[in-house]
């Protein structure tokens, strides 16, 4: 009886592919274990297989935080609006007995505020954080009645409601994402004719308002400046942080960050001599609208926060802002109290 070899041919070569096989099935645990490596969170490490190539590694997916950066920045601005709305109460309140010790403690709370500003926008986008200023105006309001005596009017409340509504507006429909940029990039976003616009829109209204308050002393004048001056102290801070993430040249760092003292304390400056020749119901609604406006705006253009909007977004931020000043300008039809 002879054999058929064409058949015994197939069957020895369906044999090494079955072992073949066989011999790549070893590495199934080891995918196993890197499969569940990867849904604890790690790397899947490159598995050789005999038979010739590789499987690529694969990276796990980043575990979300237990707090968001979002809500750390957040939580971060409520605190700086409540040590700046109590600074500035001190403050008055120890001009008006003559005590140095309370316009000390005044003074280093509205300062310290600035400190939890500048380290909670660096977990938040700088638009997004801006409006949560405003907490300063309703603190103040509930403060300073009992603690000053000052009368609250409805227009006092009109106000209240129109810049908390603003406020909500604004953070109901502002960027949430902060972008990581390498340092070229934040080089390159002090060239855009947008940033250059608005910088020349805020030099010149300082430059009007310090004219007026040289020709007819208005009170309201220093906490405009006192505002806008804010928000270069705010830029400078949030640009030293990001500056720093990007790995920037210490002397470029360093510059930026020497503006943070200059502007704060012409800030604080300015923003001390209003509440020493008006009401702090008429000084802090102005300073903070101000403060609000060119930290939003500011922010939004320089970092180009506004160009991940909607256009329901972008029609929906600038109405915030619009019901913010309006309620300043209730308050600019007060009749100001001179101490």
């Not at 310290?112 to 500003?117: I, K, Q, T, W, Y």
């Not at 804010?230 to 002397?251: D, I, R, Y």
Request: glycine share 10%; aromatic share 6%.
């Amino acid at each position: 009886m002879g054999y058929n070899t064409s058949t015994s041919t197939v069957k020895r070569s369906d044999l090494c592919e079955i072992k073949a096989a066989m011999r790549n099935m070893a590495h199934l645990p080891l995918l196993a274990g890197s499969l569940l490596a990867l849904r604890g969170g790690g790397t899947i490490a490159p598995v050789a297989l005999r038979g010739g190539g590789t499987i690529a590694p694969v990276d796990a997916p980043s575990a979300a935080p237990f707090i968001s950066p979002t809500a750390i920045g957040i939580a971060l601005a409520c605190v700086a609006a409540t040590m700046n709305a109590s600074g500035l109460n001190l403050q008055r309140w120890a001009s008006v007995r003559g005590s140095a010790i309370l316009n000390v403690i005044g003074l280093i709370l509205s300062s310290s505020c600035g400190l939890l500003d500048m380290a909670s926008f660096a977990f938040a986008p700088q638009s997004l954080l801006a409006p949560f200023g405003a907490l300063t105006l309703v603190i103040n309001l509930l403060v300073a009645a009992p603690l000053h005596g000052d009368v609250i009017a409805k227009s006092d409340l009109l106000s209240t409601f129109l810049v908390v509504s603003g406020v909500a507006t604004c953070l109901a429909n502002a960027n949430t994402k902060a972008a990581d940029r390498s340092y070229k990039e934040l080089t390159a976003l002090l060239w855009r004719p947008q940033f250059h616009a608005w910088l020349a829109l805020v030099v010149a209204s300082l430059g009007a308002a310090t004219a007026r308050l040289r020709t007819a002393g208005t009170a309201m004048c220093y906490p405009l400046i006192a505002g806008g001056i804010g928000g270069f102290t705010t830029l400078c801070a949030k640009s030293v942080g990001e500056l720093g993430k990007a790995g920037a040249p210490w002397h470029v760092s360093t510059l930026v960050g020497a503006g943070i003292p200059i502007f704060a304390l012409s800030q604080l400056f300015m923003l001390n001599a209003g509440l020493g020749k008006a009401s702090s119901l008429v000084v802090v609604p102005i300073f903070v609208a101000t403060f609000v406006t060119c930290n939003a705006v500011g922010g939004g253009i320089f970092f180009d926060e506004f160009a991940s909007l909607t256009a329901s977004q972008r029609r929906a931020y600038p109405l915030g802002l619009a019901m913010l000043v309006a309620g300043v300008l209730v308050l600019a039809g007060r009749k100001e109290k001179v101490d």
